[in-house]
């Protein structure tokens, strides 16, 4: 099927789906946009022998995907798929045809039903501030575990207050960093991070616990109103980012994404290391840019400005793992909010602008 012809096939398919906004009240799995023109599929039959057929690829699941193929295919037939994941390499998936649609001229759609549930994000990993969970709805009974939430967003608290009423998890909340470190990070199997926690970002907090060997799934919420602070989300090495308004069922399946998933930690590893290259080169002009625009605030004797220029410094460091210019921006930071002097701290702020500005070549 040429690129052209399968690219018009999926657009009509996705008009003819919109028209239906009703989800089927037993699916349970997310269908994921998966695409792939030559996915090559083994069809064993009754009497055992192997034919190999190539399809196009229209959706996933966790617990199949749909294909287009030219031929009628019938239901219950065996199939072995060689799916291609995110990092390049290729999966074998078994599974049976469960349904074969015939949806104009030649095209059929068949839908495939696998054998067991795969990890769809091994397979389809959208940015993360428009990550979508891969089950369609969990039962809150279902949830159980040691969850920690913190934060203090007025448009996250009070509703996950609410939403976690059915569940059977030991959970808590916390305002800041600080009380988590003190209960002890590792106790917990799931934490959920407001963007904006009493003593410092979420995803700077996020950003800090990996690097201190927290390895269990973590879940950021908020506003993403601009384009830094979704920058910030991708380098967090967060695993899910929620936004606002936050829906009693979008919750219920973040935390089912994880707590009713046996993921290894390789896997969730492997999931957080794709860092998007130009995300980093982002990040980096960002520093450069903030010390240039330091240097012209100290120039100007304006401690206020100096003050919130070094707190969004301080934000991004940690990101690139640049713990130096953290530890210095908040050490500089709080004292000239104390004092309102900058010439006391001449030395330190020429080298938070040194440090800021050697992330250019850094990218």
């Not at 500089?332 to 080298?351: M, N, P, R, T």
Request: a negative charge; one cysteine or more; hydrophobic letters at 35%.
């Amino acid at each position: 099927m040429s690129d052209p012809v399968y690219k018009q096939l999926l657009s009509k398919l996705d008009e003819i789906a919109s028209k239906t906004t009703d989800i089927p009240a037993d699916r349970i799995y997310t269908r994921l946009e998966y695409l792939d023109p030559y996915l090559l599929l083994t069809l064993e039959a009754a009497d055992r022998s192997r034919k190999d057929i190539t399809v196009a690829t229209r959706n996933i699941s966790r617990g199949g995907m749909s294909v287009l193929h030219a031929s009628f295919v019938y239901t219950d037939t065996r199939i072995t798929a060689r799916l291609r994941r995110t990092d390049g390499s290729v999966s074998r998936v078994s599974g049976k045809v469960c349904r074969c649609s015939h949806r104009g001229g030649v095209v059929h759609e068949i839908g495939i039903e696998f054998d067991r549930e795969i990890i769809v994000q091994e397979f389809v990993r959208p940015d993360i501030n428009n990550s979508i969970s891969s089950l369609e709805i969990v039962d809150p009974e279902q949830l159980n575990g040691k969850v920690l939430f913190v934060g203090t967003d007025e448009t996250v608290v009070p509703f996950l207050r609410e939403y976690l009423i059915n569940t059977n998890m030991n959970f808590g909340f916390v305002k800041s960093a600080k009380e988590v470190l003190e209960k002890g990070a590792d106790q917990y199997a799931l934490l959920f991070l407001c963007l904006d926690l009493e003593d410092m970002t979420g995803p700077e907090f996020t950003k800090y616990l990996r690097e201190n060997n927290y390895h269990n799934p973590i879940i950021l919420a908020g506003q993403a109103e601009d384009e830094l602070t979704k920058q910030q989300i991708r380098l967090s090495n967060a695993d899910m980012f929620l936004s606002t308004p936050l829906t009693e069922k979008s919750v219920m399946c973040a935390l089912g994404e994880f707590l009713l998933t046996k993921w290894s930690q390789d896997t969730l590893e492997a999931l957080r290391s794709g860092v998007d290259i130009d995300t980093v080169k982002s990040i980096c002009t960002e520093l450069t840019k903030l010390g240039i625009l330091l240097e012209q605030q100290i120039h100007s004797d304006d401690p206020i400005k100096v003050y919130g220029t070094c707190t969004k410094i301080r934000s991004l460091a940690p990101l690139l793992g640049m713990k130096e210019l953290r530890d210095l921006t908040l050490q500089v930071g709080e004292k000239i909010a104390a004092s309102g002097d900058l010439h006391q701290f001449d030395k330190e702020l020429k080298s938070i602008m040194t440090l800021c500005k050697s992330t250019k070549q850094a990218a």
